[in-house]
């Protein structure tokens, strides 16, 4: 026994189901997060989102997945402790003196699909992904955070529900409300990132979710049975406005900056098709991350003017 | 109070040895006959209940290791077992995803038991006393999602007896078996797909198909091991020589319709544990170190520790003896 290892300092932000404070670790004065996860305030006990985040963060050691040093149970409440991560995607993005270079975007995009092929690779959806939940450390390395949403691989007989990951990034068989999916919804989250960070606006800002397939299948054409076989048979597919899909040119003149490769890898990670969708690995293996420039250093990548 | 006893640090042991276990349990279980019969109408409670909610064998198997683990550091009161199930069943609902409102468990609880007359206040009270007892439990398992998680022992049998090619009668018996298992505490000392393995492997002695050569090499290609496979085959087989009478198996066995048709009885049972010759399986613990072992002592509701951390790795604790000194 020995005295508390761990302090709050400042209340940072406060969600659903937890109260997050900025802390330090008193032995090594190191700067921590303290998510206090708030026990008596639901109906039915201790929240879903907390149990999921703890149950997958502590199956998960990689870099670019955010690390979860400790639980601790003080005065009856539960409190996770976590690295400290003082910023995030959204913020970098919306943050209009922050300038960044293609090779940003890379070392962003290298960072993020390999904590994300980590998540997989473990059997485990992440479900909500999204700049903001795309954490930045002091030296630049960007952890997939935020595992309220994720569960493990299931089973072919299990029914999921279609209402996850937040609305602009989430792929066409989740607006169709599928109850089968897989890992390839993380995959198109991914890509709407890809492209929010080249165009530094959301993608796809749907108002709604009807709005929403409205707003994905005008920029990407709307899927047909060709390209998707049997997505007709998706309760509100004969509703929708037929689209043809963008031809390589108009992508072009949207994404001016963008390379070959990098529209390649962009198409590819949203395919309407989610059986053709390209895996995290054939992302992280595709020629855009081959070809000048090289990724940037993230230590290097300056965040604030 | 002193303020040196601000914060307990615990390591994380989701499995224990024998003596272990018995160590713990004379803490907390008075008389380890009443708790042994209390367990099984639990189990029979909680079948009913994931009957009526249509809830899978990895559900209920989960809420028998949460039920058993939370008697380790907390004590057995037989006027708790309703609700402590209950709560039991709410956060293994979580855990396995299967997601259940805590209201309709109540609701079903109170059915399941027969109890007349059930007013709101009933199901309150019910609903009241299972939010508390839900963070005891995942304290008394450290808060370690590691187990539980993606390894059940229905879904290893499967799994399993595919990939050894058991028949499916095999499998089945396995699985008949499996649910038999759930009445012993087995699961607190061996990882879910070991007991998968073991039980196929009563099975098939049982049905006497010798379709699988036990070797090491079987054992490694199932990642498991012939110490932890051997615990539990034991445990299984003295389960049903101590209590065949009350077992699911008696009841539940169709015999195959082709090749040796056997008829499983206690003398079944008897006759496979002399074929085992002496009862081994995973190595124990010297008593000194039983002794000496202050997890096994933990008082999880004292009041002069203000925090207890849970870890899960033995580097962390390491790490903070060296910040210690």
Redesign the interface.
Same mark, same amino acid.
């Given at each position: 026994m020995s005295n508390p290892n761990y302090s709050k300092e400042k209340k940072v932000g406060e969600g659903t189901y937890a109260v997050v404070y900025l802390g330090k670790q008193l032995a090594s004065g190191k700067s921590i997060a303290i998510k206090e996860i708030k026990t008596s305030e639901f109906k039915d006990g201790l929240d879903m989102s907390a149990i999921r985040e703890v149950k997958y963060l502590q199956e998960l050691d990689h870099p670019n997945v955010i690390n979860m040093i400790d639980i601790f149970m003080a005065y009856d409440n539960l409190n996770l402790v976590l690295e400290f991560l003082p910023t995030d995607l959204e913020v970098v993005i919306k943050d209009q003196n922050v300038l960044f270079t293609p090779a940003d975007i890379k070392a962003w995009m290298l960072m993020t699909l390999r904590g994300v092929y980590h998540v997989h690779r473990n059997f485990i959806l992440h479900r909500d992904l999204k700049p903001n939940n795309l954490l930045i450390s002091p030296d630049g390395i960007i952890k997939v955070a935020d595992f309220g949403l994720a569960r493990a691989v299931p089973g072919p007989r299990e029914i999921l529900t279609s209402n996850v990951v937040t609305r602009w990034y989430r792929a066409p068989e989740l607006l169709f409300g599928a109850k089968h999916y897989t890992y390839a919804v993380d995959v198109w989250s991914i890509g709407v990132i890809f492209a929010e960070l080249m165009l530094r606006i959301p993608y796809l800002p749907g108002q709604d979710d009807v709005n929403q397939m409205e707003v994905t299948f005008r920029a990407l054409g709307t899927p047909t049975d060709k390209v998707w076989p049997e997505v007709s048979t998706f309760p509100g597919y004969n509703k929708l406005q037929i689209y043809p899909p963008p031809s390589r040119d108009e992508l072009r003149k949207r994404f001016i900056a963008a390379t070959e490769n990098a529209l390649t890898l962009m198409e590819n990670m949203l395919m309407m098709n989610p059986h053709t969708r390209w895996t995290t690995a054939q992302c992280l293996e595709c020629d855009y991350f081959r070809e000048l420039p090289e990724p940037s250093n993230p230590a290097d990548i300056k965040l604030s003017k | 109070m002193s303020?040196?006893?601000?914060?307990? $640090?615990i390591l994380s042991r989701p499995y224990l040895t024998r003596k272990q276990i018995t160590r713990a349990q004379r803490n907390t279980i008075p008389d380890l006959r009443v708790y042994t019969q209390k367990k099984l109408q639990v189990l029979k409670y909680l079948s009913d209940l994931c009957v009526y909610m249509l809830l899978p064998r990895r559900t209920l198997e989960t809420t028998i290791y949460y039920y058993d683990r939370y008697h380790l550091f907390n004590v057995f009161e037989t006027e708790m077992v309703y609700p402590l199930a209950t709560a039991c069943l $709410?956060?293994s609902c979580?855990?396995t995803?299967t997601?259940k409102?805590? +209201?309709e468990i109540c609701i079903t609880s109170f059915r399941v038991r027969k109890v007349p007359n059930v007013t709101t206040e009933m199901v309150e009270a019910l609903?009241k006393r299972?939010?508390q007892l @839900?963070?005891r439990i995942? @304290?008394a398992c450290s808060?370690?999602?590691?187990i539980n +998680?993606?390894l059940h022992i229905d879904?290893c049998i499967v799994k399993a007896g595919k990939k050894i090619s058991c028949s499916k009668e095999v499998c089945y018996t396995a699985w008949l078996i499996a649910y038999d298992v759930l009445k012993t505490d087995i699961m607190l000392v061996i990882p879910q797909h070991s007991i998968a393995v073991a039980v196929l492997k009563v099975a098939e002695d049982l049905l006497k198909t010798n379709n699988t050569a036990w070797n090491q090499d079987i054992y490694a290609e199932l990642s498991t091991d012939i110490k932890s496979v051997s615990e539990a085959y034991f445990e299984v087989v003295n389960f049903y020589i101590n209590m065949f009478d009350s077992c699911e198996l008696r009841r539940n066995f169709v015999a195959p319709p082709s090749g040796p048709a056997p008829e499983i009885t206690l003398k079944s049972f008897i006759d496979l544990k002399q074929e085992a010759g002496p009862e081994h399986g995973l190595d124990e613990v010297s008593n000194e170190m039983v002794d000496r072992d202050r997890l096994l002592a933990v008082d999880m509701h004292s009041q002069t /520790?203000?925090?207890?951390?849970? /870890?899960?790795s033995r580097s962390?604790v390491i790490e @903070?003896q060296k910040?210690?000194h």
């Open positions: - | 303020a040196g006893f601000d914060m307990e $640090l $709410l956060l979580k855990q995803e997601i409102k805590l +209201n609903r299972t939010l @839900e963070l995942l @304290e808060f370690d999602y590691r +998680n993606f879904e /520790v203000r925090e207890r951390r849970h /870890v899960l962390l @903070e910040s210690l």
